[in-house]
């Protein structure tokens, strides 16, 4: 589980466009949890997001990963950590064109230095889970947007980490498909990951599946006991 | 080691796949940076081979040769003056040469024409035939002996001997006749008895050897006169020595020693040489442009991918690594093709990609294979040259983008 | 078959190939030395001075035994006629004064 103590996020600092985007935040996300980020565009919740998954440090406060201190850990353990915890998906599929879409699915697997034939089953595996198994092989520019967001996924999963961030997921996706990524998320809950979504689509933290809700408002918490 | 190595050909993947995205360009740049070193290359190998070989066929050349200078110019040698220098203690011997240019207005060729002495060198290079002789000839018996043996000096009268690069001038061998404009305007018909091997072009290709006689009457030269001396020596190391006493006892005369011409084969197409600067300076420019190019930033399409990678669990040093190996790849590639090139542009097609600039003006050019030599010197500090600067110019700017906060980076990328 | 696997094969094969030629290059020393000799008994026997490069002029021809002067025949300052001119200097520095 992941801990957040008066965590502050500054901007910019010492110049004239100094802002905080966070102020004071203090979190608990529990294990095996599917917990929702919602606020209004600016609130902070992707920078939130981007603390709690080891993408930035915070200005002042301290974050604490199950149960050990990681806010001052060099980049290097940082990175590690990361790699190995956590598998982010972005707003958009943000795939690198002009490589086919079992490479990007295994692009984030590459510095580990895994044995490919080893890899590529995984890989394969994971496409084959979203119903991507016949697109394996084509260029990322092909595909639809629906597929192109399910290729991060699978990708985003190829580490097989026990945490899963995703950032306003179904910003770009229609209702059906919106819905059948909810399904993927019930999927990695029976799977005993922890999911974080940030998100101010009512489909997604209306849902039934989803455990706690947080409200952000101005980079602070609202309605919550501290 | 494993993972690591099994990293590195994930990392080389990815850059191979990252290339091949803009084929044309980058496929233009390995072709642009293989020309380079293929330029470079073919210099080297060239250069080094010609003078290394000059500096072995020429050790056989004259101690010294003596001209006497008239009004800064070149002038004829009176036999008088070899008594005075032999007179000279350390001289040995003093030869004389009659040898000049003829002007071939058929071609518009220049041969030099010389009447050759007596014979030093016995020894015979193995089942080697200096001449190629008419089979017609009374003398075709002695074939194999070397070229002078006819009659221990020149050609008889009437007949010449010619380089093969005059024969391949004008079309003619063995047997045919080849008319000459003398001095006095008469046509000089000589028989050509015989023709010089085709592997001595680079020292024979536009000799015509002569009979003296037949050289005076050509060129109007009385017997008062030769054109210079040769002055063997009968201690080798005082051979500067006698070149100033010489020099000293006859003061219009020019004495030049055999180091002398050892020199200037060894200053031949020297660095400074003009067009030697220019091909090199070109070559130069062409790279820093290159490297230029790649140091001087990425595209916005760059640093999105980086972005991307970063997002998704790459490191800076991976990132970095990547971009080292795209240096490496695309430069070890060109190095390797372009030496490979100019080997075989040199020492197998006979430099034909230099042969223009070569010739020049000359309409006589010798057909020659030049012995490989190949200085390993040159060729390390050419690799460090290219390879090394290209490779280090890839990841330069990679340096700010790959440090890049993922974070940020996540929130920047995207359409 | 993957792509660092091309590119490690095709350097390999590069490698291998600049080998064989740079081998090529010493074992092609007996059979030219032959021709070398050739080359220098020739030389030799026939008084030469010079490699028979540039036949443009007799200052081109003859590298060695020209001197600072011939080249500005026609003209003080007419400074190189031929292309070869411009890799090739005369013999400067006579040694004996």
């Given at each position: 589980?992941?801990?957040?103590?008066?965590?502050?996020?500054?901007?910019?600092?010492?110049?004239?466009?100094?802002?905080?985007?966070?102020?004071?935040?203090?979190?608990?996300?529990?294990?095996?949890?599917?917990?929702?980020?919602?606020?209004?565009?600016?609130?902070?919740?992707?920078?939130?997001?981007?603390?709690?998954?080891?993408?930035?440090?915070?200005?002042?406060?301290?974050?604490?990963?199950?149960?050990?201190?990681?806010?001052?850990?060099?980049?290097?353990?940082?990175?590690?950590?990361?790699?190995?915890?956590?598998?982010?998906i972005?707003?958009?599929p943000?795939l690198?064109?002009?490589?086919?879409v079992?490479?990007?699915v295994?692009?984030?697997?590459?510095?580990?230095?895994?044995?490919?034939?080893?890899?590529?089953?995984?890989?394969?595996?994971g496409l084959?889970g979203l119903n991507l198994?016949?697109k394996?092989?084509?260029?990322?520019?092909?595909l639809s947007g629906g597929e192109a967001q399910r290729v991060s996924i699978v990708r985003a999963l190829?580490?097989?980490?026990?945490?899963?961030?995703?950032?306003?997921?179904?910003?770009?996706l229609?209702?059906?498909l919106?819905?059948r990524f909810?399904?993927i998320?019930?999927?990695?809950?029976?799977?005993?990951?922890?999911?974080?979504?940030?998100?101010?689509?009512?489909?997604?933290?209306?849902?039934?599946?989803?455990?706690?809700?947080?409200?952000?408002?101005?980079?602070?918490?609202?309605?919550?006991?501290? | 080691?494993?993972?690591?190595?099994?990293?590195?050909?994930?990392?080389?993947?990815?850059?191979?796949?990252?290339?091949?995205?803009?084929?044309?360009?980058?496929?233009?740049?390995?072709?642009?940076?293989?020309?380079?070193?293929?330029?470079?290359?073919?210099?080297?190998?060239?250069?080094?081979?010609?003078?290394?070989?000059?500096?072995?066929?020429?050790?056989?050349?004259?101690?010294?040769?003596?001209?006497?200078?008239?009004?800064?110019?070149?002038?004829?040698?009176?036999?008088?003056?070899?008594?005075?220098?032999?007179?000279?203690?350390?001289?040995?011997?003093?030869?004389?040469?009659?040898?000049?240019?003829?002007?071939?207005?058929?071609?518009?060729?220049?041969?030099?024409?010389?009447?050759?002495?007596?014979?030093?060198?016995?020894?015979?290079?193995?089942?080697?035939?200096?001449?190629?002789?008419?089979?017609?000839?009374?003398?075709?018996?002695?074939?194999?002996?070397?070229?002078?043996?006819?009659?221990?000096?020149?050609?008889?009268?009437?007949?010449?001997?010619?380089?093969?690069?005059?024969?391949?001038?004008?079309?003619?061998?063995?047997?045919?006749?080849?008319?000459?404009?003398?001095?006095?305007?008469?046509?000089?018909?000589?028989?050509?008895?015989?023709?010089?091997?085709?592997?001595?072009?680079?020292?024979?290709?536009?000799?015509?050897?002569?009979?003296?006689?037949?050289?005076?009457?050509?060129?109007?030269?009385?017997?008062?006169?030769?054109?210079?001396?040769?002055?063997?020596?009968?201690?080798?190391?005082?051979?500067?020595?006698?070149?100033?006493?010489?020099?000293?006892?006859?003061?219009?005369?020019?004495?030049?020693?055999?180091?002398?011409?050892?020199?200037?084969?060894?200053?031949?197409?020297?660095?400074?040489?003009?067009?030697?600067?220019?091909?090199?300076?070109?070559?130069?420019?062409?790279?820093?442009?290159?490297?230029?190019?790649?140091?001087?930033?990425?595209?916005?399409?760059?640093?999105?991918?980086?972005?991307?990678?970063?997002?998704?669990?790459?490191?800076?040093?991976?990132?970095?690594?990547?971009?080292?190996?795209?240096?490496?790849?695309?430069?070890?590639?060109?190095?390797?093709?372009?030496?490979?090139?100019?080997?075989?542009?040199?020492?197998?097609?006979?430099?034909?990609?230099?042969?223009?600039?070569?010739?020049?003006?000359?309409?006589?050019?010798?057909?020659?294979?030049?012995?490989?030599?190949?200085?390993?010197?040159?060729?390390?500090?050419?690799?460090?040259?290219?390879?090394?600067?290209?490779?280090?110019?890839?990841?330069?700017?990679?340096?700010?983008?790959?440090?890049?906060?993922?974070?940020?980076?996540?929130?920047?990328?995207?359409? | 078959?993957?792509?660092?696997?091309?590119?490690?094969?095709?350097?390999?094969?590069?490698?291998?190939?600049?080998?064989?030629?740079?081998?090529?290059?010493?074992?092609?020393?007996?059979?030219?030395?032959?021709?070398?000799?050739?080359?220098?008994?020739?030389?030799?026997?026939?008084?030469?001075?010079?490699?028979?490069?540039?036949?443009?002029?007799?200052?081109?021809?003859?590298?060695?035994?020209?001197?600072?002067?011939?080249?500005?025949?026609?003209?003080?300052?007419?400074?190189?006629?031929?292309?070869?001119?411009?890799?090739?200097?005369?013999?400067?520095?006579?040694?004996?004064?």
């Amino acid at each position: 589980m992941i801990e957040l103590i008066n965590v502050r996020k500054v901007f910019n600092a010492g110049s004239p466009s100094e802002f905080s985007a966070i102020n004071g935040v203090n979190l608990l996300i529990h294990e095996n949890k599917v917990t929702v980020l919602k606020g209004p565009s600016g609130s902070g919740k992707t920078t939130l997001l981007s603390i709690v998954g080891c993408m930035s440090r915070p200005s002042a406060g301290r974050v604490k990963l199950h149960n050990r201190e990681i806010t001052s850990l060099p980049e290097r353990f940082l990175t590690d950590i990361r790699r190995k915890t956590f598998g982010f998906i972005f707003q958009q599929p943000n795939l690198i064109k002009g490589i086919s879409v079992l490479e990007n699915v295994m692009l984030p697997a590459y510095p580990l230095g895994e044995k490919r034939a080893h890899l590529k089953v995984k890989a394969m595996s994971g496409l084959a889970g979203l119903n991507l198994t016949h697109k394996a092989a084509s260029k990322v520019e092909w595909l639809s947007g629906g597929e192109a967001q399910r290729v991060s996924i699978v990708r985003a999963l190829i580490n097989d980490p026990s945490i899963i961030i995703a950032d306003e997921p179904t910003a770009h996706l229609d209702t059906t498909l919106s819905y059948r990524f909810m399904e993927i998320v019930e999927q990695f809950k029976a799977q005993g990951k922890t999911v974080i979504i940030t998100s101010h689509d009512p489909l997604v933290y209306d849902s039934a599946i989803v455990d706690d809700v947080v409200n952000l408002r101005d980079g602070k918490l609202e309605g919550r006991p501290t | 080691m494993n993972p690591w190595i099994e990293k590195q050909r994930y990392i080389i993947d990815f850059t191979i796949s990252s290339l091949l995205r803009r084929k044309v360009k980058n496929i233009g740049l390995l072709a642009l940076y293989t020309l380079i070193v293929f330029i470079l290359a073919s210099t080297m190998f060239f250069t080094y081979s010609i003078k290394k070989e000059a500096k072995l066929i020429l050790q056989g050349s004259p101690e010294i040769v003596v001209q006497k200078i008239v009004a800064g110019r070149h002038d004829l040698f009176p036999v008088s003056y070899i008594d005075e220098i032999k007179a000279i203690r350390g001289v040995a011997d003093v030869e004389s040469r009659l040898w000049g240019y003829y002007y071939d207005s058929l071609v518009q060729a220049n041969y030099t024409v010389m009447t050759p002495s007596r014979v030093v060198d016995t020894s015979q290079s193995n089942a080697r035939t200096t001449v190629v002789v008419d089979p017609n000839d009374l003398h075709a018996a002695d074939v194999n002996k070397p070229l002078y043996d006819y009659d221990g000096a020149a050609p008889e009268a009437g007949s010449i001997v010619i380089g093969n690069g005059v024969a391949r001038m004008r079309e003619i061998g063995t047997g045919d006749y080849m008319p000459f404009m003398s001095h006095d305007g008469q046509i000089m018909n000589l028989k050509i008895a015989g023709r010089l091997s085709s592997e001595s072009e680079l020292v024979s290709s536009d000799l015509i050897l002569v009979n003296g006689t037949d050289f005076r009457k050509l060129f109007g030269i009385d017997d008062k006169y030769v054109t210079d001396v040769i002055v063997t020596v009968k201690n080798p190391s005082e051979v500067s020595m006698v070149a100033s006493k010489i020099k000293k006892k006859l003061h219009s005369s020019r004495p030049i020693i055999r180091e002398e011409i050892l020199r200037t084969y060894d200053s031949i197409f020297n660095w400074r040489g003009g067009m030697m600067i220019v091909i090199f300076s070109a070559a130069v420019l062409a790279f820093v442009i290159f490297a230029w190019d790649k140091a001087s930033g990425l595209s916005a399409g760059e640093r999105r991918e980086i972005g991307i990678l970063k997002a998704v669990g790459w490191e800076t040093s991976d990132v970095i690594q990547m971009k080292f190996w795209e240096g490496a790849m695309v430069s070890l590639t060109a190095f390797f093709s372009g030496v490979i090139l100019a080997y075989i542009h040199v020492f197998f097609t006979g430099s034909a990609v230099f042969e223009p600039a070569l010739k020049g003006w000359s309409a006589l050019y010798p057909n020659f294979a030049l012995t490989p030599f190949v200085n390993a010197e040159q060729l390390t500090t050419l690799f460090f040259l290219t390879v090394v600067p290209y490779t280090v110019a890839t990841i330069v700017p990679i340096w700010r983008a790959a440090t890049i906060d993922p974070d940020t980076a996540m929130r920047h990328t995207g359409e | 078959m993957r792509n660092s696997s091309i590119f490690f094969l095709s350097i390999l094969s590069e490698a291998v190939l600049l080998g064989l030629l740079l081998t090529h290059a010493s074992f092609s020393e007996a059979p030219q030395s032959d021709t070398l000799e050739h080359k220098a008994s020739l030389v030799k026997n026939l008084r030469l001075t010079d490699l028979c490069l540039f036949t443009e002029a007799r200052y081109t021809r003859h590298l060695s035994q020209a001197d600072l002067n011939t080249a500005f025949q026609d003209h003080p300052l007419s400074l190189e006629h031929f292309p070869s001119g411009s890799f090739t200097q005369p013999n400067l520095e006579n040694k004996a004064p």
